[in-house]
C-alpha cells in the first residue's frame, strides 16, 4: 500500500539562505526557519498521506516543521533544524514510511523559464501586488522559472540566492506547477537563473512518464 504513494519531490537544502528564509516566514504558519538551517521538502501523491509522513518525522527527529499543504492532487511538507544530521534522519524516517528511496523521487522538469530584461512600470507594480517576497523595482531584470514538481522550485530559489546578489520576489513550491521569480541587475540575474536551471538538472531521480 505505501509503494502507491508517489514521490514527487524530495529536496535537502544544507544551508537556507536569508531571503528564502525569510519568504517561508510570510507564508508559513508553523515553526518559521532561520537562515543557515538544513531544511527537507517533500511532496508527495496522494497529497493527504502528507500528515502521516510529517508524525513519523516528528516522532524520530527534533526537527521542526515550518509548512503543511494538501491541495487537489498533491502534499507538501518542509521541516528544519540547525543539525544536518537531524534533518537527515528526519527524511529516512519519511521514506521508510512509503517504502522508498530517495532516488524514486521524480526529476524536476523544467516546464518554462524567461528572462524579462528593463521590465517597465505598469508591469513592475501588477506583480507586486501579489508577491510575498521582495518587490521588484522597475528598470530591473525578472527571472521566471516553473517547475514539475512544484516543491522544486524551493531548491531553485534557495541555489539561485547562493550563487548571486539578487531579489527574491515569489517563489511558490504547492500545485501542479512549482514557480519562482528573481529580480535584480542583468547580470546577477542571468548568473541566478544558471544557478537554479543547474540545480534542477543535478537532481537525479525517475523520469517523468508522459
Avoid: C
Wanted: glycine letters at 8%.
Amino acid at each position: 500500500m505505501h509503494r502507491m504513494i508517489q514521490l514527487r519531490t524530495y529536496a535537502f537544502l544544507d544551508n537556507l539562505q536569508p531571503q528564502l528564509a525569510a519568504h517561508i516566514g510570510t507564508t508559513s504558519r508553523g515553526f518559521l526557519p532561520v537562515a543557515g538551517v538544513a531544511s527537507l521538502w517533500v511532496e508527495i501523491a496522494p497529497g493527504i498521506s502528507i500528515h502521516r509522513l510529517l508524525d513519523s518525522a516528528l516522532k524520530a527527529t527534533h526537527v521542526q516543521p515550518a509548512t503543511i499543504a494538501v491541495e487537489r492532487a498533491f502534499g507538501v511538507l518542509e521541516v528544519h533544524h540547525n543539525d544536518q544530521g537531524e534533518v537527515r534522519q528526519a527524511g529516512a524516517a519519511i521514506l521508510s514510511g512509503i517504502e522508498h528511496q530517495e532516488s524514486d523521487r521524480m526529476k524536476p522538469r523544467i516546464v518554462s523559464s524567461q528572462i524579462i530584461r528593463s521590465i517597465e512600470s505598469y508591469h513592475v507594480q501588477l506583480i507586486n501586488r501579489t508577491r510575498y517576497g521582495s518587490m521588484i523595482l522597475p528598470g530591473q531584470s525578472l527571472f521566471i522559472l516553473e517547475t514539475e514538481p512544484a516543491a522544486y522550485s524551493v531548491l531553485a530559489a534557495n541555489e539561485a540566492e547562493k550563487a548571486a546578489r539578487i531579489t527574491l520576489v515569489d517563489v511558490t513550491p504547492v500545485g501542479a506547477f512549482g514557480r519562482l521569480y528573481l529580480a535584480g541587475p542583468e547580470a546577477e540575474v542571468d548568473a541566478a537563473a544558471e544557478a537554479a536551471e543547474r540545480a534542477l538538472r543535478g537532481v537525479e531521480g525517475v523520469e517523468r512518464s508522459s
